[in-house]
């Protein structure tokens, strides 16, 4: 089992939907759950970081799931910027991140 | 925000060229940098973790002698990819974290913006 995987996708959504990413862990050790945003051909960037209590920025919501071992990334009223790759990234250690492979969201007129 | 700044952004070179590639954090100190490379449609991989003042520490199946580290300061890291080839050609991108956090790594990381390194 990969110790982070993601659905590569692609979502392909309308402006002004709602869409959701789940991730899974392998690692029940797991300490901290982030969600970046990466552009083509570009860096990652942090979008949130995903707290056990949840938490929402704006039009993005992130739940973490310790007993399922799942994050989910909701994104509402979706709009054609919001199209990137999303990576949800797994802190396993003290500095060790573990990148799934990204889910590429494309969002249309 | 913690800024990180990466040089270059893009190297075209012959093979057997070696390459080095600079990361500095603009606005904090970073005693921990780390190293990435990502290949087309790859996740990023994790190659080494540098660390001021000592060695860095490489992930499995990374040449030490092929990646070179030196982190000789504290906003200052750099890979150097020795006697490169057209294997090697991927994109590489540094990051750090912005602080000391509780030893639990819950503080993200910030990146660079990547080198995207051919070799021809």
């Known amino acids: 089992r990969k110790e982070v995987e993601q659905d590569p996708g692609p979502f392909n959504v309308p402006e002004g939907a709602t869409v959701a990413f789940n991730c899974t862990y392998s690692n029940s050790a797991s300490q901290s759950f982030f969600w970046y945003r990466q552009d083509c051909r570009k860096e990652p960037k942090l979008l949130m970081s995903v707290y056990s209590s949840g938490n929402e920025d704006g039009r993005f919501t992130a739940q973490l799931n310790r007993a399922s071992q799942y994050i989910s990334l909701l994104i509402r009223d979706s709009k054609l910027s919001d199209s990137a790759t999303y990576l949800c990234v797994v802190n396993s250690g003290y500095s060790t991140l573990t990148f799934g492979k990204g889910t590429m969201l494309l969002v249309s007129p | 925000g913690a800024v990180v700044s990466q040089h270059p952004s893009r190297v075209i070179c012959k093979s057997g060229t070696s390459v080095k590639i600079e990361c500095r954090s603009l606005?904090?100190?970073?005693?921990?940098m780390f190293w990435y490379r990502q290949f087309p449609k790859q996740s990023l991989m994790l190659m080494a973790t540098?660390?001021?003042?000592?060695?860095?520490?490489?992930e499995q199946g990374v040449e030490k002698d092929k990646f070179l580290i030196n982190h000789a300061s504290l906003t200052l890291s750099t890979l150097t990819v020795t006697s490169a080839h057209p294997e090697d050609s991927s994109f590489y991108i540094c990051s750090a974290r912005v602080s000391q956090d509780s030893g639990r790594g819950d503080q993200p990381q910030h990146f660079g913006d990547g080198t995207r390194l051919s070799i021809l």
């Open positions: 540098s660390n001021e003042g000592s060695k860095a520490t490489y």
């Open positions: 606005d904090f100190q970073a005693t921990t």
